[in-house]
């Protein structure tokens, strides 16, 4: 099967896996597409939501469809390192032998990740970043595909240890959950209030999750849409020639190069997925915000003016 062939079959795959996961998941179409473009792009996602928007069960079904390894980790106070990294304990023949932790598996939902000590969100860190832990001086490998889905509630903050501008760097997408609209409440109170139980069937393995992802950093980008999402980027930062009138007047930091890797990778699955063989800009506004929304940071002035981050991003758009 060649590229193209393979293209077309990444569509296919994707229209069912939404067909599985909307059995369970009722509306929250641009969040379901947002956590499955950065899955395929082999990134991670942030789901910022108020409790009962159902962002564990999202994560659960998407598990489910995907037929992969599947953990969830209650981030608290006095989770330690080694909680989710494994540890080294002494067997029966007084040996150190290292039992895994719960990070060892393809997919980890990280529970309210605000809530656990820097300590802990670090080990998570070198997770996220190098696909790899270290436990006692010694590496280890995580399996393959691993991705990090994390929740945050927005509104407590209090007890909470606010996630570093480094590590929120790290993820891929920063996906709001917002509330249900009316039709869709009705149906998910319809449907939760009821004995029925629903099975979510795998459509996509681990083995083609990864050979997906492999396809789309081979997909081909034309010049003029590298240069547009290069162009994005630097429209945020205050010290370059491309800079927004905007961002002068709202931004205290702009987003970094990762921003812009992740906008060239996210605009190639969001073409793939959509059926197509290369990225338009239209595929680069498609994910632009949940790429620029924590890579951003205003300032007083722009919360004064009642300047929200979309209204600014719409705006650089």
Not at 49 to 69: E, F, M, Q, Y
Not at 176 to 188: K, S
Request: proline share 6%; with cysteine.
């Amino acid at each position: 099967m060649n590229d193209s062939e393979k293209l077309l079959a990444l569509s296919a795959s994707y229209k069912e896996l939404k067909a599985e996961i909307h059995k369970v998941i009722i509306g929250q179409e641009g969040v379901v597409d947002q956590v499955l473009i950065s899955m395929f792009s082999g990134g991670h996602c942030l789901l910022i939501g108020v409790p009962g928007l159902a962002k564990t069960l999202l994560v659960n079904t998407i598990s489910s469809a995907l037929g992969i390894g599947f953990n969830r980790i209650q981030f608290t106070p006095d989770l330690m390192p080694s909680d989710i990294v494994g540890s080294e304990i002494l067997d029966e023949s007084r040996n150190f032998k290292f039992i895994q932790g719960p990070l060892f598996t393809n997919m980890v939902l990280a529970d309210e990740i605000n809530r656990t000590p820097p300590k802990t969100q670090s080990a998570l860190l070198e997770a996220m970043q190098e696909r790899r832990v270290t436990a006692a001086g010694t590496s280890y490998v995580l399996p393959k595909p691993f991705f990090v889905l994390a929740t945050q509630n927005p509104i407590e903050q209090e007890g909470t240890y606010p996630l570093p501008e480094a590590q929120l760097d790290r993820f891929m997408f920063n996906v709001w959950v917002d509330y249900p609209v009316y039709e869709d409440e009705l149906i998910i109170v319809k449907a939760t209030t009821s004995d029925s139980t629903i099975t979510v069937n795998p459509v996509i393995s681990g083995a083609e999750i990864l050979d997906y992802q492999s396809l789309i950093r081979r997909i081909p980008v034309a010049d003029n849409v590298l240069e547009y999402a290069v162009k994005l980027v630097a429209k945020t930062r205050i010290n370059s020639p491309y800079v927004h009138e905007l961002t002068k007047k709202y931004i205290t930091w702009g987003a970094g190069p990762r921003a812009s890797q992740y906008l060239v990778l996210g605009a190639k699955c969001h073409a793939a997925l959509n059926g197509k063989f290369s990225p338009d800009i239209e595929d680069v506004k498609a994910v632009a915000a949940p790429i620029l929304r924590h890579r951003l940071v205003r300032n007083y002035k722009a919360e004064a003016d009642g300047f929200s981050m979309e209204k600014i991003i719409a705006a650089l758009l």
